[in-house]
């Protein structure tokens, strides 16, 4: 399978911040990687698919960068909804394998 | 609108069984793979199994490989998920989450998940 790790586990930073989030792949795979966002009790939404293209309704701040094994997740300017816990996935090959999140937290 | 509507989780013993559910409507089941995403309490995103469009091929993740078996009935726009021989491990959240195409992709919509507890 293939490992999908994510840096930081946890983030602290303030409304108005930039951030990034890391996500590296055990193999090399193009740009098939995606992105979610998931709060506290609720089911996960895609931010991001192929790394880079921002999906439905997605605003602008998010960004997504990255081939082989290495991915970026940038928020380009925090706001108060966007404190969540982020995933990023790689779908080339089965299964399915999820990094193990990253948890943004209010400075 | 693209909706996917989870039943059939709940209490089980440790060795016991159950069936989960995702009836969905808003686009045309048959076009698109279908995914079962477990999260333990606590923890991370865990892609259990995938079906392919026409339901031809299916993928496990090992942990639950012989115990766990997805279907889909394509009349009906609704997949399944059969769960046998549960452990305590297998306690988690359970999500059905459209792909992106027909042989899978990024998971575009999702259920709003069903709770698995094993326990005796």
């Known amino acids: 399978d293939i490992q999908m790790t994510q840096s930081p586990s946890t983030l602290s930073a303030s409304v108005g911040d930039r951030v990034t989030v890391t996500c590296r792949a055990s193999q090399s795979f193009s740009t098939w990687l995606a992105w979610y966002q998931q709060k506290p009790g609720k089911a996960p939404k895609l931010l991001i698919y192929q790394a880079s293209i921002l999906a439905s309704g997605v605003p602008s701040r998010f960004s997504g960068s990255g081939s082989g094994t290495e991915f970026t997740l940038t928020i380009s300017s925090l706001q108060p909804d966007d404190f969540a816990t982020y995933y990023c996935q790689q779908y080339v090959a089965y299964p399915y394998t999820f990094g193990q999140g990253t948890k943004l937290e209010i400075k | 609108e693209v909706q996917l509507l989870q039943s059939g989780g709940g209490l089980v013993q440790p060795g016991g069984s159950l069936r989960l559910s995702c009836s969905t409507s808003?686009?045309?089941?048959?076009?698109?793979?279908m995914n079962w995403v477990r999260q333990a309490p606590g923890k991370g995103l865990e892609c259990v199994s995938t079906i392919t469009n026409s339901g031809s091929n299916t993928y496990y993740t090992d942990s639950v490989k012989g115990r766990f078996t997805i279907s889909r009935d394509n009349s009906k726009n609704t997949l399944y998920l059969q769960v046998d021989s549960l452990r305590d491990d297998d306690t988690a959240i359970y999500y059905c989450?459209?792909?992106?195409?027909?042989?899978?992709?990024?998971?575009?919509?999702w259920g709003q998940g069903t709770l698995v507890t094993v326990s005796s």
């Open positions: 989450a459209r792909g992106g195409g027909t042989t899978g992709g990024s998971l575009t919509y």
């Open positions: 808003g686009f045309t089941f048959a076009n698109y793979a």
